[in-house]
């Protein structure tokens, strides 16, 4: 792996920093989404807290495991997504002439 990397070390750093580009959008929306999500849980149950402390309780923790459960999801696909991007990626840069031997 090093010295694939030291013979395509600038395409190497092209997809590594496109990958960064990716994450950060991918936990920006995500960020968002559990915000735009979240809130109006939080509210309901806190007023729900508010007249009743144990429904509050019970419904806030049935929230948060399904929340949960969705984030899994989301990202389980973002995790094979990634790991499909760095697979042709890497199927791709290995197609090039390494640069010493196309300097021959």
């Known amino acids: 792996a090093i010295k694939f990397v030291n013979l395509r ?3 190497a750093v092209l997809v590594w920093l496109i990958n960064v580009v990716m994450n ?3 936990m920006l929306v995500a960020g968002i989404v559990i915000m ?4 109006p849980l939080i509210l309901l149950g806190v007023g729900i807290g508010i007249a009743n402390l144990t429904t509050g309780i ?4 049935i929230g948060l495991i399904l929340l949960g459960i969705v984030m899994l ?3 389980g696909y973002y995790t094979a997504v990634i790991n499909s ?3 042709l990626a890497y199927l791709e840069i290995k197609k090039l002439k390494p640069q010493a031997q196309a300097a021959k």
């Open 24 to 26: 950060l959008v991918f």
């Open 58 to 61: 019970i419904i806030g923790v």
């Open 85 to 87: 991007y760095w697979t």
């Open 73 to 75: 999801a989301v990202s």
């Open 9 to 11: 070390f600038k395409e």
């Open 36 to 39: 735009i999500i979240g809130l």
